[in-house]
C-alpha cells in the first residue's frame, strides 16, 4: 500500500508545480507585490493546516495527506462561479487565472484520487485519519479564508 501511495504522490509532484507562482502572479495583476507577500507571516490558520499533515504523516502514516489533497482538489472551481466572482469583484479576469486552470486540472486529478482510495487496501484507522485530515482541513482552511477577506 505504501508503495502505491509513494508512486501516485512522486506522480503528482510535477503538476502540482508552481501553483504558488501562478497564484502570486494573480496577484500582481491585482498590484499586490510579490515579495511583499513572501515577507508577510504565513497566516496561523493555513500553518495549523499544512502542519497538521507533516504531524500525521511522520507520526502516524502519510496515507493522512490524501484527506488534505481530497479536500484541495474535490470540488474544483466551477468556470461558471469563476467567471461571476470576476462580474462581482469587477476585478481583471487574469487575476483569477489559478481558479480558471484549477477548474480544468483537478476533475482529473479528483477522479485519481477517488480511483487510488478505492484501490488502497485501508485499514479502519488509515481510512479515519483520511477523513480526520479532510475534516480538519476544510474547517482549517475556511479559517484561513475568514483571515483574508473583508468582512461584510
Do not use: C, N
Request: aromatic share 8%.
Amino acid at each position: 500500500m505504501a508503495a502505491e501511495l509513494a508512486e501516485y504522490l512522486a506522480g503528482h509532484i510535477p503538476e502540482e508545480l508552481h501553483h504558488d507562482d501562478w497564484l502570486l502572479e494573480d496577484m500582481e495583476v491585482l498590484g499586490i507585490d510579490r515579495a511583499q507577500v513572501l515577507q508577510r507571516i504565513p497566516s496561523p490558520a493555513v500553518a495549523v493546516a499544512v502542519g497538521a499533515q507533516y504531524y500525521w504523516m511522520y507520526h502516524y502514516h502519510p496515507v493522512a495527506v490524501l484527506g488534505y489533497i481530497a479536500v484541495l482538489e474535490g470540488q474544483p472551481p466551477v468556470e461558471e462561479s469563476v467567471e461571476g466572482a470576476v462580474a462581482l469583484t469587477g476585478f481583471p479576469r487574469e487575476a483569477f487565472r489559478t481558479f480558471f486552470k484549477h477548474g480544468q486540472l483537478d476533475p482529473h486529478h479528483r477522479d485519481e484520487l477517488d480511483e487510488l482510495l478505492d484501490r488502497l487496501p485501508l485499514s479502519a484507522d488509515q481510512s479515519a485519519v483520511i477523513s480526520i485530515s479532510a475534516m480538519s482541513s476544510a474547517t482549517l482552511l475556511d479559517r484561513a479564508f475568514e483571515e483574508v477577506l473583508p468582512e461584510t
